[in-house]
Protein backbone atom coordinates (compact mmCIF):
# COMPACT_ATOMS: atom_id res chain seq x y z
CA UNK A 1 0.00 0.00 0.00
CA UNK A 2 1.40 3.38 -0.76
CA UNK A 3 1.70 6.45 1.46
CA UNK A 4 -1.01 8.09 -0.74
CA UNK A 5 -3.25 5.06 -0.15
CA UNK A 6 -2.67 4.80 3.36
CA UNK A 7 -3.42 8.53 3.71
CA UNK A 8 -6.90 8.12 2.23
CA UNK A 9 -7.95 5.26 4.08
CA UNK A 10 -6.90 7.19 7.09
CA UNK A 11 -9.27 10.12 5.90
CA UNK A 12 -11.74 7.39 5.44
CA UNK A 13 -11.79 5.74 8.75
CA UNK A 14 -11.67 8.77 10.07
CA UNK A 15 -15.31 10.32 8.54
CA UNK A 16 -16.67 6.81 9.31
CA UNK A 17 -15.72 6.96 13.03
CA UNK A 18 -17.47 10.56 13.47
CA UNK A 19 -20.56 9.09 11.24
CA UNK A 20 -21.10 6.47 14.18
CA UNK A 21 -20.51 8.76 17.11
CA UNK A 22 -22.74 11.27 15.25
CA UNK A 23 -25.39 8.26 15.13
CA UNK A 24 -25.22 7.03 18.46
CA UNK A 25 -25.39 10.85 19.62
CA UNK A 26 -28.86 10.85 17.85
CA UNK A 27 -29.97 7.73 19.13
CA UNK A 28 -29.45 8.29 22.31
CA UNK A 29 -31.77 11.41 22.26
CA UNK A 30 -34.15 8.93 20.34
CA UNK A 31 -34.13 6.22 23.19
CA UNK A 32 -34.35 9.02 25.75
CA UNK A 33 -37.06 10.63 24.74
CA UNK A 34 -38.82 7.51 23.81
CA UNK A 35 -38.41 6.15 27.57
CA UNK A 36 -39.60 9.39 28.60
CA UNK A 37 -42.72 10.04 26.76
CA UNK A 38 -44.47 6.66 25.36
CA UNK A 39 -46.20 4.81 27.50
CA UNK A 40 -44.78 1.66 27.92
CA UNK A 41 -43.22 -1.14 29.87
CA UNK A 42 -40.27 -2.87 28.48
CA UNK A 43 -36.89 -1.77 29.38
CA UNK A 44 -36.35 0.21 26.81
CA UNK A 45 -33.46 1.83 28.51
CA UNK A 46 -31.20 -1.37 27.55
CA UNK A 47 -31.36 -0.02 24.18
CA UNK A 48 -28.17 2.35 25.24
CA UNK A 49 -25.97 -0.38 24.72
CA UNK A 50 -26.11 -0.04 21.20
CA UNK A 51 -25.29 3.98 21.99
CA UNK A 52 -22.06 2.54 24.11
CA UNK A 53 -21.34 0.51 20.80
CA UNK A 54 -21.37 2.54 18.25
CA UNK A 55 -19.73 5.40 20.42
CA UNK A 56 -16.84 3.09 20.88
CA UNK A 57 -14.88 2.84 17.40
CA UNK A 58 -11.47 4.47 18.48
CA UNK A 59 -12.81 5.95 21.33
CA UNK A 60 -10.32 5.46 24.55
CA UNK A 61 -10.79 3.54 27.97
CA UNK A 62 -12.16 6.84 29.57
CA UNK A 63 -13.95 8.37 26.95
CA UNK A 64 -16.28 5.02 27.03
CA UNK A 65 -16.52 5.07 30.62
CA UNK A 66 -17.90 8.72 30.46
CA UNK A 67 -20.37 7.70 28.16
CA UNK A 68 -21.29 4.86 29.44
CA UNK A 69 -21.92 6.80 32.36
CA UNK A 70 -23.90 9.29 30.48
CA UNK A 71 -26.08 6.46 29.50
CA UNK A 72 -26.88 5.88 33.24
CA UNK A 73 -27.67 9.03 33.58
CA UNK A 74 -30.30 9.05 30.88
CA UNK A 75 -32.00 5.97 32.42
CA UNK A 76 -32.47 7.61 35.59
CA UNK A 77 -33.31 10.90 34.68
CA UNK A 78 -36.05 9.46 32.26
CA UNK A 79 -37.20 7.24 35.32
CA UNK A 80 -37.80 10.38 37.37
CA UNK A 81 -39.08 12.44 35.12
CA UNK A 82 -41.51 9.39 34.47
CA UNK A 83 -42.35 7.77 37.98
CA UNK A 84 -41.15 10.97 40.23
CA UNK A 85 -41.06 10.02 43.92
CA UNK A 86 -43.82 6.90 43.06
CA UNK A 87 -41.79 3.92 43.28
CA UNK A 88 -42.92 0.60 41.50
CA UNK A 89 -41.41 -2.63 41.78
CA UNK A 90 -42.05 -3.16 38.63
CA UNK A 91 -40.11 -0.21 36.82
CA UNK A 92 -37.52 0.22 39.42
CA UNK A 93 -36.48 -4.04 37.74
CA UNK A 94 -36.58 -2.15 33.99
CA UNK A 95 -34.35 0.34 35.64
CA UNK A 96 -32.17 -2.05 37.11
CA UNK A 97 -31.51 -4.16 34.41
CA UNK A 98 -31.53 -1.81 31.73
CA UNK A 99 -28.06 0.53 33.57
CA UNK A 100 -26.58 -3.43 34.51
CA UNK A 101 -26.82 -3.98 31.35
CA UNK A 102 -25.21 -0.51 30.64
CA UNK A 103 -22.54 -0.83 33.08
CA UNK A 104 -21.37 -4.52 31.67
CA UNK A 105 -21.71 -3.59 27.54
CA UNK A 106 -19.52 -0.55 28.75
CA UNK A 107 -16.42 -3.11 30.96
CA UNK A 108 -17.00 -5.56 28.03
CA UNK A 109 -16.61 -2.98 24.90
CA UNK A 110 -13.88 -0.86 26.55
CA UNK A 111 -12.11 -4.44 27.57
CA UNK A 112 -12.61 -5.30 23.37
CA UNK A 113 -11.01 -1.82 22.47
CA UNK A 114 -8.08 -1.48 24.36
CA UNK A 115 -7.39 -5.20 23.25
CA UNK A 116 -8.22 -4.11 19.52
CA UNK A 117 -5.81 -1.49 20.33
CA UNK A 118 -2.80 -3.25 20.94
CA UNK A 119 -3.88 -5.02 18.18
CA UNK A 120 -3.61 -2.73 15.70
CA UNK A 121 -0.45 -1.18 17.05
CA UNK A 122 1.05 -4.06 16.64
CA UNK A 123 0.19 -4.78 13.40
CA UNK A 124 1.58 -1.01 12.88
CA UNK A 125 4.81 -1.94 14.21
CA UNK A 126 4.76 -4.99 11.88
CA UNK A 127 3.60 -3.52 8.77
CA UNK A 128 6.25 -0.88 9.47
CA UNK A 129 9.43 -3.22 9.82
CA UNK A 130 7.64 -4.84 7.13
CA UNK A 131 7.95 -2.19 4.66
CA UNK A 132 11.31 -0.67 6.10
CA UNK A 133 13.48 -4.26 6.15
CA UNK A 134 16.99 -4.05 4.35
CA UNK A 135 15.84 -7.62 3.13
CA UNK A 136 13.11 -8.88 0.88
CA UNK A 137 9.61 -9.83 2.78
CA UNK A 138 6.97 -11.25 1.00
CA UNK A 139 3.57 -12.30 2.54
CA UNK A 140 1.93 -14.87 1.07
CA UNK A 141 -1.45 -16.97 0.54
CA UNK A 142 -1.06 -20.54 0.67
CA UNK A 143 -4.47 -21.56 1.50
CA UNK A 144 -5.10 -23.01 -1.97
CA UNK A 145 -1.52 -25.14 -1.80
CA UNK A 146 -2.87 -26.35 1.70
CA UNK A 147 -6.28 -27.74 -0.21
CA UNK A 148 -4.31 -29.19 -2.42
CA UNK A 149 -2.01 -31.26 0.22
CA UNK A 150 -5.39 -31.97 1.92
CA UNK A 151 -6.49 -33.47 -0.89
CA UNK A 152 -3.81 -35.98 -1.49
CA UNK A 153 -4.06 -36.80 2.01
CA UNK A 154 -8.03 -37.58 1.50
CA UNK A 155 -6.92 -39.60 -1.81
CA UNK A 156 -4.41 -41.99 0.44
CA UNK A 157 -1.49 -40.69 -0.51
CA UNK A 158 1.27 -41.20 2.48
CA UNK A 159 4.52 -40.80 0.97
CA UNK A 160 4.03 -37.59 -0.80
CA UNK A 161 8.48 -37.68 -2.43
CA UNK A 162 6.75 -41.19 -3.84
CA UNK A 163 3.57 -39.31 -5.11
CA UNK A 164 6.30 -36.76 -6.75
CA UNK A 165 7.94 -38.83 -8.49
CA UNK A 166 5.24 -40.44 -10.50
CA UNK A 167 3.81 -37.01 -10.79
CA UNK A 168 7.04 -34.25 -11.16
CA UNK A 169 4.50 -31.60 -12.54
CA UNK A 170 3.05 -31.53 -9.20
CA UNK A 171 5.49 -28.63 -7.12
CA UNK A 172 5.40 -26.25 -10.06
CA UNK A 173 1.05 -26.59 -10.60
CA UNK A 174 1.29 -26.15 -6.49
CA UNK A 175 3.97 -22.99 -7.32
CA UNK A 176 1.46 -21.64 -9.31
CA UNK A 177 -1.41 -21.14 -6.82
CA UNK A 178 1.03 -19.57 -4.16
CA UNK A 179 -0.56 -15.98 -4.27
CA UNK A 180 1.75 -13.06 -2.87
CA UNK A 181 -0.41 -10.66 -0.74
CA UNK A 182 2.29 -8.14 0.04
CA UNK A 183 6.36 -6.90 -0.90
CA UNK A 184 8.45 -4.69 0.58
CA UNK A 185 9.94 -1.48 -0.98
CA UNK A 186 13.43 -3.96 -0.72
CA UNK A 187 11.84 -6.33 -3.20
CA UNK A 188 11.49 -3.30 -5.57
CA UNK A 189 14.77 -1.86 -5.10
CA UNK A 190 16.21 -5.98 -5.51
CA UNK A 191 14.24 -7.14 -8.49
CA UNK A 192 14.02 -3.22 -10.28
CA UNK A 193 10.38 -3.17 -10.67
CA UNK A 194 8.75 0.41 -10.36
CA UNK A 195 6.14 -0.27 -8.30
CA UNK A 196 4.14 -2.99 -5.99
CA UNK A 197 1.57 -3.16 -8.47
CA UNK A 198 3.90 -4.02 -11.33
CA UNK A 199 5.72 -6.91 -9.18
CA UNK A 200 2.48 -8.26 -7.91
CA UNK A 201 1.42 -8.08 -11.87
CA UNK A 202 4.78 -10.23 -12.25
CA UNK A 203 5.07 -12.59 -9.37
CA UNK A 204 4.10 -16.13 -11.65
CA UNK A 205 7.25 -15.22 -13.94
CA UNK A 206 9.31 -14.10 -10.51
CA UNK A 207 8.79 -17.14 -8.76
CA UNK A 208 9.11 -19.45 -11.98
CA UNK A 209 12.60 -20.42 -11.51
CA UNK A 210 11.83 -21.31 -7.56
CA UNK A 211 9.46 -24.69 -8.41
CA UNK A 212 12.84 -27.16 -7.40
CA UNK A 213 13.65 -25.62 -4.54
CA UNK A 214 9.51 -25.76 -3.99
CA UNK A 215 9.89 -29.21 -3.89
CA UNK A 216 10.75 -28.44 0.27
CA UNK A 217 8.77 -26.09 0.69
CA UNK A 218 5.67 -29.17 0.18
CA UNK A 219 7.68 -31.47 1.97
CA UNK A 220 7.53 -29.04 5.05
CA UNK A 221 3.90 -28.77 4.74
CA UNK A 222 3.27 -31.83 4.24
CA UNK A 223 5.48 -32.66 7.71
CA UNK A 224 4.02 -29.66 9.83
CA UNK A 225 7.41 -27.98 10.09
CA UNK A 226 7.35 -24.04 11.40
CA UNK A 227 9.94 -23.10 8.37
CA UNK A 228 11.47 -24.29 5.73
CA UNK A 229 14.90 -22.47 4.08
CA UNK A 230 16.44 -23.07 0.76
CA UNK A 231 17.90 -21.74 -2.30
CA UNK A 232 15.89 -20.38 -5.55
CA UNK A 233 16.57 -18.34 -8.36
CA UNK A 234 14.21 -14.95 -9.42
CA UNK A 235 13.75 -13.31 -12.23
CA UNK A 236 14.04 -9.36 -11.60
CA UNK A 237 12.78 -6.79 -14.19
CA UNK A 238 14.50 -6.30 -17.26
CA UNK A 239 15.86 -9.77 -17.48
CA UNK A 240 18.14 -9.12 -14.18
CA UNK A 241 18.47 -12.38 -12.18
CA UNK A 242 19.16 -12.93 -8.66
CA UNK A 243 20.21 -16.00 -6.49
CA UNK A 244 18.57 -16.08 -3.48
CA UNK A 245 18.42 -17.72 0.07
CA UNK A 246 14.80 -17.96 1.52
CA UNK A 247 12.87 -18.51 5.30
CA UNK A 248 9.37 -19.29 4.92
CA UNK A 249 7.52 -19.57 8.21
CA UNK A 250 3.78 -20.61 8.20
CA UNK A 251 1.86 -19.23 11.27
CA UNK A 252 1.37 -21.46 14.09
CA UNK A 253 -1.65 -19.37 15.28
CA UNK A 254 -4.21 -19.07 12.31
CA UNK A 255 -5.98 -23.01 10.92
CA UNK A 256 -5.33 -21.48 7.16
CA UNK A 257 -1.53 -20.52 6.45
CA UNK A 258 -3.06 -17.16 4.38
CA UNK A 259 -0.35 -15.11 6.31
CA UNK A 260 2.72 -16.63 5.21
CA UNK A 261 5.89 -14.83 5.53
CA UNK A 262 8.67 -15.16 3.38
CA UNK A 263 12.44 -13.67 3.61
CA UNK A 264 14.86 -13.79 0.72
CA UNK A 265 18.41 -12.66 1.23
CA UNK A 266 20.39 -11.72 -2.09
CA UNK A 267 22.71 -14.06 -2.46
CA UNK A 268 24.45 -13.28 -5.74
CA UNK A 269 27.25 -10.94 -5.02
CA UNK A 270 28.20 -12.84 -2.25
CA UNK A 271 28.22 -16.20 -4.81
CA UNK A 272 29.88 -14.20 -7.27
CA UNK A 273 32.81 -13.26 -4.77
CA UNK A 274 33.34 -16.82 -4.16
CA UNK A 275 33.87 -17.85 -7.57
CA UNK A 276 36.46 -15.14 -7.87
CA UNK A 277 37.64 -16.51 -4.75
CA UNK A 278 37.97 -20.00 -5.95
CA UNK A 279 39.81 -19.06 -9.30
CA UNK A 280 41.74 -16.65 -7.14
CA UNK A 281 42.80 -19.61 -5.14
CA UNK A 282 43.56 -22.30 -8.21
CA UNK A 283 45.98 -19.62 -9.96
CA UNK A 284 47.58 -19.18 -6.49
CA UNK A 285 47.89 -23.01 -6.53
CA UNK A 286 49.17 -22.73 -9.88
CA UNK A 287 52.10 -20.34 -8.82
CA UNK A 288 52.86 -22.29 -6.05
CA UNK A 289 53.65 -25.48 -8.32
CA UNK A 290 55.51 -23.60 -10.71
CA UNK A 291 57.54 -21.95 -7.74
CA UNK A 292 57.96 -25.24 -6.72
CA UNK A 293 58.96 -26.51 -9.99
CA UNK A 294 61.86 -24.09 -9.92
CA UNK A 295 63.00 -24.91 -6.74
CA UNK A 296 63.18 -28.55 -8.03
CA UNK A 297 64.43 -28.04 -11.59
CA UNK A 298 68.06 -29.62 -10.14
CA UNK A 299 66.13 -32.91 -8.92
CA UNK A 300 64.63 -32.91 -12.47
CA UNK A 301 67.43 -32.76 -14.48
CA UNK A 302 69.15 -35.29 -12.39
CA UNK A 303 65.98 -37.56 -12.80
CA UNK A 304 66.04 -37.10 -16.56
CA UNK A 305 69.90 -37.26 -17.07
CA UNK A 306 69.62 -41.04 -15.73
CA UNK A 307 67.32 -42.48 -18.57
CA UNK A 308 68.58 -40.68 -21.21
CA UNK A 309 72.08 -41.58 -20.02
CA UNK A 310 71.74 -44.78 -20.36
CA UNK A 311 69.10 -45.02 -23.36
CA UNK A 312 72.50 -43.63 -25.21
CA UNK A 313 74.40 -46.53 -23.93
CA UNK A 314 72.38 -49.30 -24.76
CA UNK A 315 72.02 -47.51 -28.07
CA UNK A 316 76.00 -47.69 -28.87
CA UNK A 317 76.01 -51.04 -27.32
CA UNK A 318 73.38 -52.37 -29.63
CA UNK A 319 74.81 -50.50 -32.27
CA UNK A 320 78.11 -52.42 -31.85
CA UNK A 321 76.28 -55.67 -31.53
CA UNK A 322 74.85 -54.95 -35.04
CA UNK A 323 78.00 -54.58 -36.09
CA UNK A 324 79.58 -57.47 -35.46
CA UNK A 325 80.06 -59.91 -38.32
CA UNK A 326 78.37 -62.28 -37.83
CA UNK A 327 76.17 -59.80 -35.71
CA UNK A 328 74.76 -60.34 -32.16
CA UNK A 329 71.26 -60.20 -32.48
CA UNK A 330 70.38 -61.17 -29.29
CA UNK A 331 72.64 -58.64 -27.43
CA UNK A 332 71.20 -56.04 -29.53
CA UNK A 333 67.61 -57.05 -28.40
CA UNK A 334 68.57 -56.37 -24.80
CA UNK A 335 69.64 -53.54 -25.61
CA UNK A 336 66.95 -51.96 -27.37
CA UNK A 337 64.08 -53.54 -25.04
CA UNK A 338 66.26 -51.75 -22.21
CA UNK A 339 66.29 -48.70 -24.42
CA UNK A 340 62.29 -48.90 -24.06
CA UNK A 341 62.24 -49.72 -20.61
CA UNK A 342 64.51 -46.55 -20.03
CA UNK A 343 62.57 -44.30 -22.21
CA UNK A 344 59.47 -45.49 -20.58
CA UNK A 345 61.57 -44.10 -17.15
CA UNK A 346 62.30 -40.83 -18.67
CA UNK A 347 58.28 -40.63 -20.07
CA UNK A 348 56.88 -40.62 -16.52
CA UNK A 349 59.27 -38.36 -15.02
CA UNK A 350 58.17 -35.29 -17.76
CA UNK A 351 54.24 -36.83 -17.31
CA UNK A 352 54.75 -35.99 -13.36
CA UNK A 353 56.42 -32.74 -13.92
CA UNK A 354 53.67 -31.86 -16.79
CA UNK A 355 51.03 -32.54 -14.12
CA UNK A 356 52.32 -30.94 -11.69
CA UNK A 357 52.92 -27.52 -13.85
CA UNK A 358 49.21 -27.98 -15.31
CA UNK A 359 46.81 -25.36 -14.32
CA UNK A 360 43.86 -27.65 -14.38
CA UNK A 361 40.11 -28.30 -12.80
CA UNK A 362 40.12 -30.12 -9.91
CA UNK A 363 39.73 -33.98 -10.56
CA UNK A 364 38.15 -35.43 -7.47
CA UNK A 365 39.14 -39.29 -7.49
CA UNK A 366 39.69 -42.38 -5.05
CA UNK A 367 43.78 -41.75 -4.39
CA UNK A 368 46.14 -43.96 -2.84
CA UNK A 369 48.35 -41.97 -0.30
CA UNK A 370 51.03 -44.79 -0.25
CA UNK A 371 51.66 -44.53 -3.99
CA UNK A 372 51.74 -40.65 -3.86
CA UNK A 373 54.41 -40.40 -1.04
CA UNK A 374 56.54 -42.88 -2.85
CA UNK A 375 56.23 -40.94 -6.01
CA UNK A 376 57.11 -37.69 -4.08
CA UNK A 377 59.98 -39.05 -2.87
CA UNK A 378 61.45 -40.25 -6.11
CA UNK A 379 60.81 -36.77 -7.39
CA UNK A 380 62.62 -35.40 -4.74
CA UNK A 381 65.65 -37.85 -4.67
CA UNK A 382 68.07 -35.46 -5.81
CA UNK A 383 67.24 -32.62 -3.63
CA UNK A 384 67.34 -34.91 -0.66
CA UNK A 385 70.98 -35.69 -1.57
CA UNK A 386 71.72 -32.78 -2.21
CA UNK A 387 70.96 -31.89 1.38
CA UNK A 388 72.27 -34.97 2.45
CA UNK A 389 68.88 -35.76 4.29
CA UNK A 390 68.11 -39.75 4.38
CA UNK A 391 64.43 -40.51 3.60
CA UNK A 392 62.48 -43.31 5.31
CA UNK A 393 59.26 -44.17 4.62
CA UNK A 394 57.18 -45.96 7.19
CA UNK A 395 53.65 -46.73 5.21
CA UNK A 396 50.80 -48.01 6.51
CA UNK A 397 49.65 -51.90 5.05
CA UNK A 398 47.11 -51.36 2.28
CA UNK A 399 45.41 -47.87 3.58
CA UNK A 400 42.27 -47.39 2.47
CA UNK A 401 41.61 -44.39 -0.40
CA UNK A 402 40.72 -40.78 0.14
CA UNK A 403 38.72 -39.01 -2.23
CA UNK A 404 40.85 -36.27 -3.32
CA UNK A 405 42.91 -34.64 -6.45
CA UNK A 406 46.79 -36.16 -6.75
CA UNK A 407 48.19 -33.57 -8.06
CA UNK A 408 47.25 -31.27 -5.39
CA UNK A 409 47.77 -33.57 -2.63
CA UNK A 410 51.49 -34.38 -4.03
CA UNK A 411 52.18 -30.26 -3.91
CA UNK A 412 50.96 -30.82 0.09
CA UNK A 413 53.91 -33.38 0.08
CA UNK A 414 56.13 -31.34 -1.83
CA UNK A 415 56.05 -28.31 0.48
CA UNK A 416 56.63 -29.85 3.39
CA UNK A 417 59.19 -32.34 2.64
CA UNK A 418 61.12 -29.35 1.50
CA UNK A 419 60.33 -27.54 3.92
CA UNK A 420 61.49 -30.17 6.71
CA UNK A 421 64.79 -31.18 4.66
CA UNK A 422 65.93 -27.31 4.57
CA UNK A 423 65.36 -27.52 8.39
CA UNK A 424 68.10 -29.74 9.23
CA UNK A 425 70.65 -27.53 6.63
CA UNK A 426 72.44 -27.23 10.04
CA UNK A 427 72.02 -30.20 11.57
CA UNK A 428 75.34 -33.21 11.95
CA UNK A 429 74.81 -35.25 9.11
CA UNK A 430 73.69 -38.20 11.26
CA UNK A 431 70.66 -36.28 12.47
CA UNK A 432 69.66 -35.63 8.63
CA UNK A 433 66.62 -38.13 8.38
CA UNK A 434 63.39 -37.38 6.61
CA UNK A 435 60.60 -39.39 7.92
CA UNK A 436 57.11 -39.97 6.36
CA UNK A 437 54.58 -42.05 7.88
CA UNK A 438 50.91 -42.88 6.78
CA UNK A 439 48.34 -44.43 9.12
CA UNK A 440 44.86 -44.64 10.17
CA UNK A 441 43.77 -41.78 13.15
CA UNK A 442 39.93 -42.04 14.34
CA UNK A 443 38.51 -43.10 10.68
CA UNK A 444 40.81 -40.86 8.68
CA UNK A 445 43.98 -41.37 7.02
CA UNK A 446 47.23 -39.54 8.29
CA UNK A 447 49.99 -38.39 6.59
CA UNK A 448 53.22 -36.90 8.80
CA UNK A 449 56.43 -35.35 7.90
CA UNK A 450 58.62 -35.80 10.67
CA UNK A 451 62.42 -34.03 10.85
CA UNK A 452 65.18 -33.42 13.37
CA UNK A 453 65.47 -29.92 13.06
CA UNK A 454 65.59 -26.89 15.40
CA UNK A 455 61.72 -27.33 15.72
CA UNK A 456 58.69 -24.25 15.59
CA UNK A 457 58.98 -21.45 17.96
CA UNK A 458 56.07 -21.63 19.85
CA UNK A 459 55.07 -18.36 19.64
CA UNK A 460 54.64 -19.02 15.58
CA UNK A 461 52.85 -22.88 16.02
CA UNK A 462 49.60 -20.75 15.74
CA UNK A 463 50.55 -18.45 12.68
CA UNK A 464 52.13 -21.08 10.51
CA UNK A 465 49.58 -21.51 8.36
CA UNK A 466 48.51 -17.74 7.67
CA UNK A 467 48.88 -16.17 4.60
CA UNK A 468 52.43 -14.37 3.97
CA UNK A 469 53.64 -15.71 7.52
CA UNK A 470 57.29 -17.13 7.40
CA UNK A 471 60.09 -18.01 9.85
CA UNK A 472 62.62 -17.84 7.02
CA UNK A 473 64.14 -14.97 5.66
CA UNK A 474 64.07 -15.50 2.21
CA UNK A 475 60.09 -16.96 2.12
CA UNK A 476 57.08 -15.83 1.13
CA UNK A 477 55.08 -17.22 3.54
CA UNK A 478 52.45 -18.93 1.33
CA UNK A 479 53.53 -22.19 0.81
CA UNK A 480 52.17 -23.78 4.51
CA UNK A 481 48.94 -20.98 3.55
CA UNK A 482 48.59 -23.18 0.38
CA UNK A 483 48.70 -26.42 1.77
CA UNK A 484 46.09 -25.44 4.57
CA UNK A 485 43.97 -24.41 1.83
CA UNK A 486 43.78 -28.02 -0.19
CA UNK A 487 43.75 -29.66 2.83
CA UNK A 488 40.74 -28.10 3.99
CA UNK A 489 39.22 -28.37 0.46
CA UNK A 490 39.37 -31.40 0.61
CA UNK A 491 37.79 -31.98 4.00
CA UNK A 492 40.67 -32.87 6.05
CA UNK A 493 42.47 -30.91 8.71
CA UNK A 494 46.30 -30.22 8.44
CA UNK A 495 48.58 -29.30 11.39
CA UNK A 496 52.26 -28.59 13.32
CA UNK A 497 54.05 -29.58 16.51
CA UNK A 498 57.50 -30.29 17.90
CA UNK A 499 58.84 -33.66 18.84
CA UNK A 500 60.00 -34.62 22.20
CA UNK A 501 63.17 -35.90 21.03
CA UNK A 502 63.56 -32.74 18.74
CA UNK A 503 62.50 -31.39 15.44
CA UNK A 504 59.02 -30.67 14.05
CA UNK A 505 55.85 -32.95 12.96
CA UNK A 506 53.82 -31.31 9.90
CA UNK A 507 50.87 -33.89 9.62
CA UNK A 508 47.70 -33.67 7.70
CA UNK A 509 44.48 -35.78 7.78
CA UNK A 510 41.72 -36.63 5.27
CA UNK A 511 38.81 -38.55 5.04
CA UNK A 512 38.00 -42.19 3.85
CA UNK A 513 34.63 -42.50 4.45
CA UNK A 514 33.42 -41.08 0.89
CA UNK A 515 35.21 -43.37 -1.12
CA UNK A 516 33.58 -46.03 -2.67
Known amino acids: MTVAERLRAGVSSQIAARARKAAALA ?38 HVVGGLCAALTVASFVLVHGATVQDGSVVRMLVSLSAIALTTILVARNEAASQVIAASEARFRQIFE ?29 CAYFERHPDFPARALGRVRIVDANAATMESLGFADKAAFLAAHSSVIAEASTAFTRVLQAMWGGLPEVRGRAILNGAG ?3 L ?25 TAFEKA ?23 SASIAHELNQPLSAIMLNGEGSLRFLSLDPPDIGEARDGLRQMVCDADRASQVIKRIRDLSRKTNRSMEPVDLNVVVAQTGRLLEHDLQRHRVVLRLDLAENPPLVRGDRIELQQVLINLMVNAAQAMSDQAPERRVLTVATGLNDGRLRVSVRDHGAGVPIDALDQLFDAFYTTRSEGMGMGLAIC ?13 GNLAQGGAEFAFALPVETVQ
Open 243 to 267: SVQFIITFPSDRPAPDRVLVSLSDM
Open 132 to 160: SAGVMLWEEDYSDVRAMLDDLRARGVEDL
Open 27 to 64: LAVAIFLYDTLATQTVAVAVLYVVVVVLFASRASRNAL
Open 274 to 296: QDELVASQRTLTHLSRLTTLGEL
Open 239 to 241: GRQ
Open 484 to 496: RSIVESHGGQIMA
